[in-house]
C-alpha cells in the first residue's frame, strides 16, 4: 500500500489512520531488520572470541 507523505508535526493536515498504521508497520520492520542484522554481527564476534579463547587455552 503506497500512501502520500505526511509530516506528523502539521497539525492542520494530521495523517489518516491508516497513513500512521503504515508509517508503523514500516518502523517495526526495519527495527526487526536492523535487530537481526545486529544479532547476526554479534554472534559472528563471539564465535570468533571463543575461538580465540579456545586457542589462547590451549596454547598454555
Do not use: G, K, W
Request: proline share 2%; glycine share 0%.
Amino acid at each position: 500500500m503506497q500512501t502520500a507523505q505526511f509530516d506528523l508535526n502539521d497539525i492542520e493536515h494530521e495523517p489518516s489512520d491508516e497513513q500512521l498504521e503504515a508509517l508503523m508497520n514500516a518502523v517495526a520492520i526495519e527495527a526487526n531488520r536492523r535487530a537481526e542484522l545486529a544479532r547476526v554481527v554479534l554472534m559472528q564476534r563471539l564465535r570468533e572470541d571463543l575461538i580465540i579463547a579456545n586457542r589462547s587455552s590451549t596454547a598454555e
